[in-house]
């Protein structure tokens, strides 16, 4: 009985590694394949192209290209660290312009917010419009509800921002009197087990609660392409327009749109701080920092700088 529980436990991991790896393999033909052929997934006229689109967004082939361009860029990147300190500076420099333009958006709220308060309170208009020539009109109460788009952007759209910028609270247990190298080894390791990890299963949830709110049929995390191209046959687009109130913002799917994208800000920011760690850790204390775009403060921001609360 023994014997046959060992090898049966041998034989299953035996089988577990060759689809590992044969899925690695796989993943060169497919990349190849969709860039190749970017009609039979972006041809959005076609419903057999959008369920395939929807499918292939969160399927292990995705999963596998994504892990393998991964793998080969660090190898490449041990080999030519320069490569790699250029696709953390490329990274790093895509996710602050991402954050820093989307920060405006909280301007954007404020100024909305007093807008709407002047509408209603001294002008006692039900509804506000915005725009020359066309004017884009709605209720007031649609406005109101729109400020959770901004606040969203702010949220989803300067997470990456804000990580890298060291913005993010962090409960230091054993980090601060550790070495150096020490650090950068919790780093890495909190970015594979932890930030990589936790982005994937986000975007595997958010990418399928996104095309639920777009499409009918509904597709189902589940069903597999076959499924899903049946389905297409029916494929209509019936996006989600349903506000909280009869007048209420009704945009709603743009939420759903946010938090995918969110996702991938933060697995693209967990491998950038993966390289950087491990950039950091071999060049030794001298290279902490280096090519960060940290933003500064100006003068009579001080008191805010590092602030408190």
Not at 86 to 110: D, K, Q, Y
Not at 235 to 259: C, D, H, M, Q
């Amino acid at each position: 009985m023994e014997d046959a529980a060992t090898g049966g436990a041998f034989g299953a991991i035996l089988n577990g590694l060759v689809w590992f790896f044969s899925n690695i393999a796989m993943s060169f033909y497919n990349l190849g394949y969709a860039l190749t052929h970017p009609s039979s997934w972006l041809n959005w006229s076609d419903s057999e192209a959008v369920m395939r689109f929807v499918y292939y967004g969160a399927s292990p082939e995705l999963f596998f290209v994504v892990f393998t361009t991964v793998l080969v860029l660090t190898v490449i990147g041990i080999w030519r660290n320069n490569v790699m300190w250029g696709m953390v500076r490329g990274l790093e420099a895509f996710g602050n312009t991402v954050g820093r333009v989307a920060a405006w958006a909280g301007l954007i709220m404020v100024l909305q917010q007093v807008v709407i308060i002047f509408v209603q309170r001294i002008f006692a208009r039900p509804d506000l419009s915005f725009g020359f020539g066309v004017p884009v009109t709605f209720d007031v109460s649609w406005w109101s509800e729109e400020l959770k788009l901004y606040n969203a952007i702010v949220v989803a759209l300067c997470l990456a921002y804000t990580f890298i910028q060291g913005g993010h609270v962090r409960v230091d247990l054993v980090y601060a009197p550790v070495k150096y190298r020490t650090k950068k080894i919790i780093d890495m390791f909190g970015s594979l087990f932890f930030m990589l990890p936790m982005a994937t299963l986000m975007w595997l949830y958010s990418w399928f609660f996104l095309w639920r709110h777009l499409i009918v049929p509904k597709p189902s995390a589940s069903e597999g392409l076959d499924r899903l191209l049946m389905k297409s046959r029916a494929l209509r687009w019936n996006v989600e327009t349903i506000g909280f109130s009869p007048n209420g913002f009704s945009a709603y799917f743009l939420f759903k749109i946010l938090i995918v994208l969110m996702c991938g800000f933060i697995f693209l920011q967990g491998v950038t701080f993966f390289w950087r760690s491990y950039l950091e850790w071999k060049e030794g204390e001298e290279s902490e920092g280096k090519y960060h775009d940290h933003d500064r403060v100006g003068t009579g921001e001080e008191a805010y700088d590092h602030a408190e609360f």
